[in-house]
């Protein structure tokens, strides 16, 4: 009786399953996942219709001031950078366009802060007032196509940071931390902006995603036991439809696919950044360190009032998580994949 109800219930489930897979709703779901093909794009040419021809031209950046995009890691410190440009007068600094609690919905973006952002009492109130960025904001931005090359197409998500620029009272700064590997997408359409890419010691940095209290420790594997605090696991399925050789690492420790996601930031940030910032640098010489930045980027601040907002944190945590030894092999096996991986012809 119960292995005939089991079959029963497994011919069922299979072909409900199928019925599924042939609805054109799921068809069309699974379409919407799909990312551009640039071949598509350049394989063909635009030309007016002959018979009620409409003159189309290419819009060209006419915002002024330039927007400066910060772009970094999670827990890279561009949260403070973004602070020390959040300053009335100068700048209107954005924090984080992207993030899932949608800072311009009053109702819905909560009123809390994360104690680890010193001198930080909102996110939100340079998105008062633009309440019209829910016609093109969409939460997928944060989970899927993480990766854009300058032959994709968003025109949601370009008019999106198009309204932010153009409504900001002062030169707008926008800071990211899931647009790295859409950077070449943002110097394709934003070619007047000026691109800042901060990172930070990859051991620091992991140290800072575990946070306090974990329980993953250097003799784990796989995702068991990991706290996926900042999205780790999630970038590394969407990203590894572009990189294949991430998902040979879905079965190791979580610092593998840290370290190579990482890296990958990294090498994005010294292509299409205009400027590359070290943490480090910025909280053991802040002085001299952002008197470059700003002469670099053009930007014209008096540093002094900044420098209460910079509080340097510990440098050397790595230390209690596991030894030297122990971050370089795994570091070495990805360097060396990743040169293998650019080097092919």
């Known amino acids: 009786m119960r292995s005939t109800l089991r079959r029963w219930l497994r011919d069922h489930l299979i072909r409900a ?23 598509i794009r350049t394989g063909l040419t635009y030309r007016p219709t002959p018979y009620r021809p409409v003159s189309v ?34 700048h209107t600094a954005y924090y984080e366009p992207l993030n899932e609690r949608r800072w311009f919905d ?21 998105y008062d007032g633009l309440e019209e960025l829910a ?16 032959y994709d197409f968003d025109p949601a998500l370009k008019r999106y940071l198009q309204i932010l620029i153009e409504r900001a009272p002062e030169r707008p700064v926008l800071q990211f931390n899931r647009v790295d590997f859409r950077l070449p997408w943002l110097r394709q359409e934003f070619p007047n902006a000026t691109i800042v890419h901060i990172y930070r010691d990859p051991r620091e940095q992991w140290c800072s995603f575990l946070g306090t209290g974990h329980g993953y420790g250097p003799d784990a594997s796989g995702s068991r036991g990991y ?64 008197a470059h930045l700003f002469d670099a980027i053009g930007v014209k601040v008096d540093i002094e009032p900044l420098l209460p907002l910079i509080e340097q944190p510990r440098l050397d945590n790595w230390h209690d998580y596991a030894d030297d030894q122990w971050f370089c092999s795994i570091e070495t096996e990805c360097d060396a994949l990743l040169n293998d991986y650019f080097s092919a012809s």
């Open 17 to 39: 399953l199928v019925r599924a897979l042939d609805s054109q709703e799921v068809h069309h779901l699974l379409n919407q996942r799909h990312t551009d093909d640039p071949r």
């Open 106 to 126: 009053t109702s819905g973006r909560g009123d809390h802060t994360d104690l680890t952002h010193r001198g930080v009492d909102d996110y939100w109130r340079e």
């Open 57 to 90: 031209q290419k819009a060209t950046p006419t915002i002024e001031p330039h927007p400066i995009f910060i772009s970094g890691r999670f827990r890279s410190g561009s949260t403070l950078l973004w602070n020390l440009f959040r300053r009335p007068g100068v």
């Open 227 to 290: 706290q996926d605090r900042f999205y780790l696991n999630l970038w590394g399925r969407d990203l590894c439809r572009y990189y294949p050789f991430l998902t040979d690492f879905h079965d190791r420790h979580r610092y593998y696919l840290f370290y190579l996601l990482w890296k990958l930031s990294f090498l994005h940030g010294q292509q299409h950044a205009n400027y590359n910032l070290a943490f480090e640098d910025l909280v053991t010489s802040p002085k001299p360190t952002l």
């Open 135 to 150: 016609n093109f904001y969409q939460e997928r931005w944060v989970r899927e196509r993480l990766y854009m090359d300058g």
